[in-house]
DNA sequence: GTCTATATTTTGATAGAC
DNA sequence: GTCTATCAAAATATAGAC
């Protein structure tokens, strides 16, 4: 029993610089995964990216695929909590509607790989996603499932599918935040894909663009209430 | 000269069976790209997928980036050429606006390909793209910009980012096709995420999105009447 | 036009010293 | 924990016969 007792200093020196290089790998590994997907994605890419050795992401990660899913499962983790929060708070669907909205763009820019990532993910299949992140991902919808039927039954919401309301919002919000380094650079030869578009702007447009899906027809002010400029 | 009088039928022969053959592996390829993306698609399974030999895609195309192009250009270039047309109809910008979500989701379902290939292309920034797919994408997005100044114009229609709106609406239908695999494929586990819905009421919701968020908070019906079901 | 065999390069992954 | 050296497996591309 001595021996464990003369540990604990050097090995918290050691976890703090195992922390340290394992969290540059696992943020290089996500800005290259969000830029050229799984299989672009080169291993000793991210290590440089990362400025530690190739055999230094081995040390941390089994292999290329378990890091890819640390990533991806970060951000339908750290999603799916946002969600189960939002399910406990009150309020009207429409806002409720719009605070969901707001979640998934505030984790898009919180996380910029995030985008690009989930666009090819999508595109995927989603191959590389394990038990876990189905789960998540099933608990992000249902989320939005249960506040469209809450407007529904309220007479407040058209019928709808909840994965098509949710490609609504994800898609235009990820797509227009994925393409934000392409439209920098094609500024010059397309004026017409401004890289400056204020992050509440975006958000504002596709929360009317859902409300105003939802309640087409209807005479409630909803439409012009929650996403105005 | 007389050497060359000799060779025509003999040409239209071997033409033919090359045609069908090059068309064998276009069709691979766009297959292939879609489902894996770039660097995720193999010359071989392409080759295998098309019932020819590797050597005769080569053979066919230079390499496995001219095949790339070749069906990215396919895409952007038929899309581009009915939206020149589009651009001769007349109506009022509501119908217009209608008639060119029709053609992006038109254009969407001819090829199966086109919506997982251009939710990658977008993630990767354009890389694969040449001068003439930005072209075409710009002429795209210029018939669009078109119609909502001149809705804009007329009173009917907010101010708008044409970029913004672009993605407003490739974004839900485009992500919403592309899923169609992986939604059969989870059917059991996410009765979320329905395998099945009809594509007119996804091209109905999408223009319905559309039109809501750009005359939101008018006074008049045109919300109502281009989206319906 | 079509196929076999092969050259070349890239890349994911590990062994083993420090 | 960190690095060097290296292996083994893919995968792109081509040469050359038919």
Sequence with gaps: ??????????TKKKTRDADVSRARVFEAAAEEFAARGFDGAKVDRIAERAG??????????TDKAALYRAVVGDMFA?????MAALRETGGSPEVKLAAFID?????GQLRPHFPAMWLRELADGGQHL???NFGDIFGIVSTLAAI???GEAAGRFHASTPFMVQMGIVGPLFMFLATAPMRKRLMTKM??????????TLVAYVKSMTI??????????SASKAGKR
């Design 212 to 221: 105003g899906a939802l309640t087409a027809g209807r005479t409630s002010s």
């Design 78 to 82: 750290s999603t799916a909590a946002e």
């Design 130 to 132: 394990g038990e876990r």
């Design 191 to 200: 004026p017409i894909a401004p890289p400056d578009v204020p992050p509440a």
């Design 148 to 150: 469209l039927k809450e």
């Design 1 to 10: 029993m001595p021996r464990v007792a003369a540990v604990p200093v050097r």
């Design 103 to 107: 979640v998934i763009a505030r984790e």
């Design 52 to 61: 530690v050795n190739k055999a230094m992401l081995y040390y941390h990660y």
